[in-house]
T-cell receptor
Framework: GENVEQHPSTLSVQEGDSAVIKCTYSDSASNYFPWYKQELGKGPQLIIDIRSNVGEKKDQRIAVTLNKTAKHFSLHITETQPEDSAVYFCAASRDGSYQLTFGKGTKLSVIP | EAQVTQNPRYLITVTGKKLTVTCSQNMNHEYMSWYRQDPGLGLRQIYYSMNVEVTDKGDVPEGYKVSRKEKRNFPLILESPSPNQTSLYFC?????????????FGPGTRLTVL
């Protein structure tokens, strides 16, 4: 089955700096890569996703890049704000699969 | 309001006492799933359901049961809970009956088994 590795497990940045979280996956057939944000005491919420027919996707301060050859994808957050502090999960799945495999999560702390 | 609800939110129980965690969604979603979240292990899938009366095992199904008699409900049953099932549990749903679409998560149920 699919295996998703996520790094780093914790990340601290100064407010206004950029944050990058990286994930690698093992199943070359995977083609759907979402990122979820989990705020304290809440369930995860989708913030951005990318499919393998594109290499990069942006939504305001958040971007995701995908390198299918290397089987890795990354989340980039620019101009970080205290409200970006949360746990972020990457995940991978493939067309028609009934399962989504998550990474172990990254706890991001943005220091004011 | 479109949402996934779980009950109870917090539960402390003892080994061997059967319990059920309910999950309900009001979005007419086909797909529903249960995950457990443990420190350092991330989110691991327990069971999922592609539609009414169709369920299958995820990565960590041992000690759990599910049923999907109605589209909106997907209860998680622990017939004989053990301390290693102490965890934070999340129910999720998505519109289409596959995992490669946005999943909407409930608020979580924190279970402690003594």
């Amino acid at each position: 089955g699919e295996n998703v590795e996520q790094h780093p497990s914790t990340l601290s940045v100064q407010e206004g700096d950029s944050a990058v979280i990286k994930c690698t996956y093992s199943d070359s057939a995977s083609n759907y890569f979402p990122w979820y944000k989990q705020e304290l005491g809440k369930g995860p919420q989708l913030i951005i996703d990318i499919r393998s027919n594109v290499g990069e996707k942006k939504d305001q301060r958040i971007a995701v890049t995908l390198n299918k050859t290397a089987k890795h994808f990354s989340l980039h957050i620019t101009e970080t704000q205290p409200e970006d502090s949360a746990v972020y999960f990457c995940a991978a799945s493939r067309d028609g699969s009934y399962q989504l495999t998550f990474g172990k999560g990254t706890k991001l702390s943005v220091i004011p | 309001e479109a949402q996934v609800t779980q009950n109870p939110r917090y539960l402390i129980t003892v080994t061997g006492k059967k319990l059920t965690v309910t999950c309900s969604q009001n979005m007419n979603h086909e797909y529903m799933s249960w995950y457990r979240q443990d420190p350092g292990l991330g989110l691991r899938q327990i069971y999922y359901s592609m539609n009414v009366e169709v369920t299958d095992k995820g990565d960590v199904p041992e000690g759990y049961k599910v049923s999907r008699k109605e589209k909106r409900n997907f209860p998680l049953i622990l017939e004989s809970p053990s301390p290693n099932q102490t965890s934070l549990y999340f129910c999720a749903s998505s519109l289409i009956g596959t995992g490669d679409n946005e999943q909407f998560f409930g608020p979580g149920t924190r279970l402690t088994v003594l």
